[in-house]
């Protein structure tokens, strides 16, 4: 177990450089076997669902390799298409790999994905989207056959904008012959990324940030060497922590133009922002506003992923606030901790409502999922005395090396392992 050590009491301050978005780098690592030859992908942060998902390919078959900051991925020699029982446990991207193995060998098998018990995170739009391409999908005992031989174009209407099921269409569809249209898609950002990431393959792809995808079908792809976007997640995060102890911070490579849901917030709370191109600057006053509501949505919405840690920061703001977390069933967890900090925060199902109070206390605390642990995290930044927050590998999932960061601004953090 790893466990994070904060001293609050710090004011941030300071520049820092974003990381590529983790939810942008792991569907492009499964969309790397689309092609036999060699794809390298740039700036690669060091995560740990990063390396399951290297490990998912390299069982398959692929030689993944660290260059630098880098990260190639050679599957000429990809031979499975049964992803690993237990990999696939550790992570819920793996189901990203089922698209891209029936691109290539028109059948796969995998097992129900975890990740973060954020909820129940069903894969039915996945397997529906999938069904639409002509893929004959069984379910024996919580491992998925699916038969790709008669694939096809077709039409996909999702029921959801389902960000996973999304992905996993393109991927599947940039292949086959004929065109597919993807309609009611998911508009994240990391969507638009993996049409880029395609298209510089060699695929036809558009649509990707509207409603609807069109996916022309390619008889091949290349490989390529390419850039993933900055992650907003980290970005809003680092932002956060500077708003919640009163500092002042500038991020370089800050993907602003997908943040506009998360920099509006943090202005209703006081903190003055300038932005331009890659480039944000927070001033946060001593003592933050409370926002009246928040509430989670697909994207453009405000990111369900920036919701815990903006709960925290709602907890010592003035006046009360209410957050709606419409996308997960489960996103309150923290909720509890963050009061034995001192926090004043009532949950009811997807709802909490959060009385500001002025002075947090250190307190042992538990990471659950990645985002509640980097809340955790800046609650202990504001707090007096020392917050230790138990299971931080969790954090480590989505943030590299996050208290070398906060070290960067003036933080005092550090890491105990084991
Ligand atoms: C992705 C992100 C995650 C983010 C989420 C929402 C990655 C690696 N992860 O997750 O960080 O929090 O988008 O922005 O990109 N659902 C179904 N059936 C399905 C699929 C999803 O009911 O087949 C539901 C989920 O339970 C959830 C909602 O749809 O309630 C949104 O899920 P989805 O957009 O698919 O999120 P992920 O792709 O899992």
């Known amino acids: 177990m790893e466990t994070m050590m904060v001293t609050g009491g710090r004011r941030l301050r300071g520049n820092l450089r974003v990381d590529s978005a983790k939810n942008a780098v792991l569907p492009l690592l499964a969309a790397s076997i689309l092609t036999e030859e060699p794809?390298?992908?740039?700036?690669?942060?060091?995560?740990?669902?990063?390396?399951?998902?290297?490990?998912?390919?390299?069982?398959?078959?692929?030689?993944?390799?660290?260059?630098?900051?880098?990260?190639?991925?050679?599957?000429?020699?990809?031979?499975?298409?049964?992803?690993?029982?237990?990999?696939?446990?550790?992570?819920?991207?793996?189901?990203?790999?089922?698209?891209?193995?029936?691109?290539?060998?028109?059948?796969?098998?995998?097992?129900y994905p975890g990740g973060c018990e954020i909820g129940v995170r069903p894969i039915d739009l996945h397997l529906s989207g999938l069904r639409s391409l002509g893929v004959v999908i069984e379910d024996e005992g919580g491992h998925i056959h699916c038969d790709g031989g008669g694939m096809h174009a077709g039409e996909v209407h999702l029921d959801y904008p389902s960000v996973g099921a999304t992905?996993?269409?393109?991927?599947?569809?940039?292949?086959?012959?004929?065109?597919?249209?993807i309609h009611n898609a998911a508009r994240e950002p990391e969507i638009v990324d993996l049409q880029r990431f395609l298209n510089a393959m060699g695929g036809d792809v558009r649509g990707a940030g509207e409603q609807t995808i069109c996916v022309r079908g390619v008889e091949r792809l290349r490989g390529v060497t390419y850039t993933p976007i900055a992650d907003r997640i980290v970005a809003g995060t680092l932002l956060a922590a500077a708003a919640i102890t009163g500092g002042e911070i500038t991020l370089e490579r800050a993907p602003v133009e997908d943040m506009t849901a998360t920099l509006s917030k943090l202005r209703e709370m006081g903190c003055a922002i300038s932005e331009e191109p890659g480039r944000v600057h927070l001033s946060a006053p001593g003592r933050l506003r409370a926002f009246r509501q928040l509430q989670t949505q697909p994207h453009p919405g405000f990111p369900t992923d920036m919701q815990v840690q903006m709960l925290a920061l709602l907890s010592v703001s003035e006046g009360t606030g209410v957050i709606v977390?419409?996308?997960?069933?489960?996103?309150?967890?923290?909720?509890?901790?963050?009061?034995?900090?001192?926090?004043?925060?009532?949950?009811?199902?997807?709802?909490?409502?959060?009385?500001?109070?002025?002075?947090?206390?250190?307190?042992?605390?538990?990471?659950?999922?990645?985002?509640?642990?980097?809340?955790?995290?800046?609650?202990?930044?504001?707090?007096?005395?020392?917050?230790?927050?138990?299971?931080?590998?969790?954090?480590?999932?989505?943030?590299?090396?996050?208290?070398?960061?906060?070290?960067?601004?003036?933080?005092?953090?550090?890491?105990?392992?084991?």
Request: glycine share 10%; hydrophobic share 45%.
């Open 325 to 418: 977390e419409n996308v997960f069933e489960n996103r309150f967890a923290h909720a509890g901790d963050l009061n034995r900090m001192g926090a004043r925060i009532i949950v009811s199902g997807r709802t909490a409502v959060a009385h500001g109070v002025e002075r947090l206390c250190g307190a042992q605390v538990t990471a659950r999922d990645l985002r509640g642990g980097a809340a955790l995290v800046l609650a202990g930044l504001r707090a007096e005395g020392i917050t230790m927050v138990e299971h931080a590998e969790l954090i480590d999932r989505g943030y590299d090396h996050l208290e070398l960061q906060l070290r960067a601004l003036g933080a005092e953090v550090s890491r105990i392992s084991g």
């Open 167 to 181: 992905e996993n269409v393109m991927m599947a569809a940039v292949l086959l012959e004929g065109t597919t249209y």
């Open 39 to 111: 794809v390298t992908l740039r700036e690669v942060p060091r995560l740990t669902d990063v390396s399951h998902m290297a490990d998912i390919l390299r069982t398959l078959g692929c030689e993944v390799t660290r260059e630098g900051s880098g990260l190639r991925v050679d599957s000429g020699n990809l031979r499975g298409w049964e992803m690993p029982d237990k990999l696939s446990k550790q992570i819920r991207s793996s189901i990203f790999m089922l698209g891209p193995i029936l691109a290539r060998f028109r059948k796969a098998t995998v097992t």
